[in-house]
C-alpha cells in the first residue's frame, strides 16, 4: 500500500490583526480627509452661489432706483408757437397736476432701523408703447386742464426683504428678493448753486423740495440663505439709520451694503 505524504508550504499565510487595524485606521482616515474636502468644497459653492445671488441683486435694485431717480420731476418745455390747449377753467390750474396723477402722502423716512421709501413722478412721450411704470403698466393720462400728457408714478419701498413697486395702478408687486434696508437722504442745496448739495437731511427736514439736487441712498443685501461659518455680529451702519447688529446665533446669512449718490437731471 502506498503512503501518501501531506506536506504544508509555511510560506503562506494571513493577515496578522495588527496589521489589520492598520489597513483600517488608514482608510478611515483617507475616508475623512475626502469626506472633509468634499464638505469644504461644498460650503464654497454655497457661498460662492449666495455671493453671486446678493451681487445680481445689488445690480438689478440700484438700475432701477438709479434709473428712475435721474427721471424724476422731468416735464416737457411749453412751446410759445404751439400753445397746450386748455379745456377747463381757471388758468393758474394750467401747471398743475390732477387729482389721480399723485396717491395720497406717504411716510417718506421711516425712522430708526425702519426702512425709506419714495415715490418718483415724471412726464412722457404720448406715443403708445413707448414707456411704461416699473410694472410694465401704461402711463396715467391727464385730461383736464391740460388734455393728452401723459405721467409715470413709481413707488418704491421695502417689504418682506424684499424691494417692492407700485406703479400708475392696481398692487405693488416684488421686484427684488433679499433686500433687507432701503435709507434715503436727500440733498439740498442751500446757497443758490444749483447742482451742489450743501446737506443731506431726511424728506421732512428738507427746507423746500424745489431745492434738492441729489438723492443719496444706502441698502442693505443679504443672502438666500445661512453661509457663514459663524453667526453673524457686524454692527451696521446704513446712511442715517441706527446702528443694526444681527441677532441670534443661527444668523449667519451674508450680508452687504452699498451707498450711491445720484444727481436729479431735471432740476430746473
Not at 17 to 42: D, H, R, W
Given at each position: 500500500m502506498n503512503k501518501t505524504t501531506l506536506k504544508y508550504n509555511n510560506k503562506l499565510?494571513?493577515?496578522?490583526?495588527?496589521?489589520?487595524?492598520?489597513?483600517?485606521?488608514?482608510?478611515?482616515?483617507?475616508?475623512?480627509?475626502?469626506?472633509?474636502?468634499?464638505?469644504?468644497?461644498?460650503?464654497?459653492?454655497?457661498l460662492q452661489r449666495n455671493m453671486g445671488y446678493v451681487q445680481e441683486n445689488i445690480r438689478t435694485a440700484m438700475d432701477l432706483l438709479v434709473r428712475d431717480i435721474q427721471q424724476a420731476g422731468y416735464y416737457e418745455d411749453d412751446n410759445p408757437a404751439s400753445p397746450i390747449p386748455i379745456t377747463t377753467a381757471p388758468f393758474r390750474t394750467v401747471s398743475a397736476i390732477p387729482t389721480g396723477i399723485i396717491t395720497a402722502a406717504i411716510t417718506a423716512d421711516g425712522g430708526g432701523n425702519a426702512n425709506d421709501q419714495i415715490t418718483l413722478i415724471y412726464e412722457v412721450s404720448t406715443a403708445p408703447g413707448i414707456t411704461t411704470d416699473c410694472l410694465g403698466q401704461a402711463p396715467n393720462a391727464t385730461t383736464s386742464p391740460i388734455a393728452g400728457n401723459l405721467f409715470i408714478q413709481n413707488h418704491y419701498f421695502i417689504s418682506n426683504q424684499r424691494l417692492m413697486c407700485r406703479g400708475n395702478t392696481g398692487n405693488a408687486q416684488p421686484l427684488v428678493d433679499g433686500v433687507e434696508s432701503l435709507q434715503i437722504l436727500y440733498g439740498e442745496n442751500t446757497d443758490g448753486n444749483p447742482r451742489s448739495a450743501n446737506r443731506y437731511v431726511q424728506a421732512q427736514q428738507v427746507t423746500n423740495m424745489l431745492n434738492v439736487v441729489s438723492v443719496r441712498i444706502g441698502m442693505r443685501f443679504i443672502s438666500r440663505g445661512a453661509v457663514r461659518a459663524t453667526a453673524d455680529t457686524t454692527s451696521y451702519a446704513l446712511l442715517d439709520a441706527a446702528a443694526f447688529t444681527p441677532t441670534g446665533a443661527t444668523d449667519r446669512l451674508l450680508r452687504r451694503e452699498i451707498t450711491t449718490t445720484i444727481s436729479l437731471r431735471n432740476v430746473r
Open positions: 499565510r494571513g493577515f496578522t490583526l495588527v496589521e489589520i487595524m492598520v489597513a483600517i485606521t488608514i482608510g478611515l482616515l483617507m475616508l475623512a480627509g475626502i469626506l472633509q474636502i468634499s464638505q469644504a468644497n461644498k460650503q464654497s459653492n454655497r
